[in-house]
Each structure stands twice: as structure tokens, then as C-alpha cells.
């Protein structure tokens, strides 16, 4: 795996033209201080900037160019957890860098050439850190590709078609990280809840107080929780094709379109997919008030 504190890359194809996939974007798009996260940004010319939060502005983002061949377009660029934070980092360094060379070159008194060089030892310490960082939280961004290639209409993997509207089970009811959604409650609010779904964030269906199915995002991928009455019968979702040992974790990730999957089957009362097993959680026995 290559290391990537500044993002990785991603390309979309759309089939419409760039100005009419520059007006679907602008559309749909939050405003740059809307209180919810979700998509979020600025296109200028050929070039768009999106992030994902109005108060974390060292949040997820991502860069990338809008290139229209006459018969389709094109984004491509790179996203990340935290682009312009490590920029601002790297420009810092190499600022310092060269004040210490500017100070040197000029006779500066040595003074003032040991506090900038002390400046530079300590961000070549904190380096490793935060480029590790930047490097392992960067699928963080993925909340923001997924909007994009809705937008787009790009039908390859791994974003497929808005699932068909499809009745839901009587009483349901969606929250999201804790807000209730408003109703009638249908499949196209519960699949842009889940587009739209960041790190550290989740969405909860429930048919009662006891008997709900909640999701949670973290780094791209999910994960599913059922509960089936009262607290001894909790369950996670553990992918039935993987029997990780090393990795343990990776046997409860799920994909988008494996989410969404779940979500749905569970919201119409459909039977659950193949892929999924549920393993039994040890739940702490509920308190007496």
C-alpha cells in the first residue's frame, strides 16, 4: 500500500457535459456554513474544491480538475482527511528552511538562526506523526467521492443507480447521528442519509424503542449493528466470505453498496443478503432507575 499523506487519487467519468455537471454540483451542494456535514465547496472555472464540514476546516476535502472531451467529463484530483492542513504543514517547513538559509547567507546575528533551526527540529519531530496521520484517516474523504460520482452519474463500480422507491415498513423511523428524520419517510431519504454519512458518524432505522438496525462510518467503510428486543439480543453484521484472524476487523467492514443493501432489505422487511452473518455482542444489562 503506497503511502499517501496527501490524498489519493480519483477519477470520475460522467456523461454530462462539464457545465451541466458544474450546475448538477452546484445544486446539490451544501452552503459553505450549512450547520449539517455533507458536501460542500467551491467551482472555479475547471478547477473544484469540496469539503465536508463548516466548523472542522481540517477536515475531509478534495481538489481536483473538471475536463470535458466533447463527449463526456471528466474529475479527477486527489482527496484526503486533511489536505490543506499537511500543505500548510510542508509550506511551513520549507519556509523555516529557507529563512535559516536567507539568515546564514546575510550574517543574521546566531541568535536568531538557533530559534529558527530549534523551529525546524521540532516540526522534523512532529513530521512522522502527522503525515501518518493524514496518510492512515485519508479514506475519511470518501463520503465526498461518493457525492461526487452520485452527481455525476457515473454508473460503474463501485457507486451503482438510486435504488427504485420501495415500501417501507409502517413505523419506521431514521435518525441521523441522534435527529429524527423528517417524514413520510422514503428509500431516497434513507439512501442520501447514508451517502452522506462521514467518520465517527451513524444512522439508526428503527421499527421500535427495542427493535432498530444502526450503521456507522469510519474510514470509508461501515459498520452494522441489529437489536432484536432487549439487551441480550445485540448483534454485529460479520461478512460471511471473510474469516480474518490477524486483521479481525476487517471481518466487520462493509462497503457502501453493502450497507445500503442491509439498510434497505431491513427498512422493507426483505430478507437480509447472503453476504452478512450476525455475531451475538455482550451488551451491560440496563441499569434500574
Not at 538562526?113 to 475519511?140: E, G, N, Y
Not at 474523504?141 to 454508473?155: N, S, T, Y
Not at 458518524?201 to 449493528?225: C, D, H, M, N, P
Request: charged residues 25%.
Amino acid at each position: 500500500m503506497p503511502f499517501q499523506p496527501f490524498g489519493y487519487k480519483f477519477e470520475i467519468l460522467s456523461p454530462a457535459s462539464r457545465g451541466a455537471l458544474k450546475s448538477k454540483i452546484r445544486a446539490r451542494k451544501k452552503r459553505w456554513f450549512h450547520p449539517k456535514t455533507g458536501a460542500r465547496g467551491w467551482i472555479l472555472g475547471p478547477f473544484i474544491c469540496l469539503w465536508f464540514s463548516a466548523f472542522d476546516r481540517y477536515g475531509p476535502m478534495l481538489v481536483g480538475t473538471l475536463v470535458d472531451d466533447g463527449l463526456a467529463c471528466r474529475i479527477k484530483g486527489r482527496a484526503g482527511s486533511d489536505l490543506n492542513g499537511v500543505a500548510m504543514f510542508v509550506a511551513m517547513l520549507l519556509l523555516l528552511i529557507w529563512l535559516i538559509y536567507m539568515s546564514t547567507s546575510e550574517g543574521d546575528p546566531a541568535t536568531g538562526r538557533l530559534v529558527l533551526m530549534v523551529a525546524i527540529f521540532v516540526l522534523l519531530l512532529l513530521s512522522p506523526l502527522i503525515l501518518w496521520l493524514a496518510h492512515s484517516d485519508r479514506k475519511d474523504a470518501e463520503p465526498l467521492i461518493r457525492f461526487l460520482r452520485d452527481v455525476a452519474g457515473e454508473r460503474a463500480a463501485p457507486l451503482r443507480a438510486r435504488p427504485a422507491q420501495m415500501p417501507l415498513l409502517e413505523n419506521l423511523a431514521l435518525r441521523v447521528s441522534g435527529e429524527l428524520a423528517p417524514l413520510p419517510l422514503n428509500t431516497d431519504a434513507i439512501y442520501d442519509a447514508l451517502l452522506e454519512t462521514g467518520t465517527n458518524e451513524f444512522i439508526v432505522l428503527e421499527r421500535s424503542a427495542e427493535k432498530y438496525l444502526q450503521t456507522a462510518s469510519r474510514g470509508g467503510k461501515f459498520t452494522i449493528e441489529m437489536r432484536d428486543g432487549d439487551y441480550l439480543h445485540h448483534y454485529q453484521a460479520r461478512r460471511a466470505d471473510r474469516t480474518q484472524t490477524k486483521r479481525r476487523k476487517l471481518n466487520f467492514d462493509f462497503s457502501f453498496e453493502e450497507t445500503l443493501d442491509v439498510v434497505l432489505a431491513y427498512a422493507t422487511g426483505n430478507e437480509m443478503p447472503n453476504l452478512i452473518a450476525w455475531e451475538k455482542m455482550d451488551m451491560p444489562a440496563p441499569t434500574a432507575a
